[in-house]
């Protein structure tokens, strides 16, 4: 009868465990044209140039190897808002269960102005 327990559960850490998300909250007001994903900078530090906050992004889910892979869900989500960089505030590691972590990062998408 455990057994029978354990299996779904099992299965449900499996199903969420490769599920990788990236979230978005809008802080600015106003539209502004989108940007090319491939020319939004990952940047660690805040730049010295002046710039505006045009939201927040929240990723979560990517392995521990992909942070690659992580930095591009977020040029893809920050280059809708007409980012041109994203400073990451925080990023970490999960444990995930057996064993494994995912990564995770929060940061804010800017334009330059």
Known sequence: MKK???????????AFAGCAAVDVTKTASGFYEPTDPNKVEILKTKPDRKFIELGT???T???????A????AIRAKAAPL????VIL???GMTPAG???YKRWATGVAIRFL
Do not use: Q
């Open 98 to 100: 057996f064993g494994s």
């Open 82 to 85: 007409g980012a041109n960089a």
């Open 61 to 67: 889910g990517f392995e521990s190897s992909e942070t």
């Open 89 to 91: 505030t925080e990023e």
């Open 57 to 59: 992004l929240t990723v």
């Open 4 to 14: 029978l327990l354990i299996l779904p559960l099992l299965l449900l850490i499996v």
């Open 69 to 72: 892979k992580m930095h591009n």
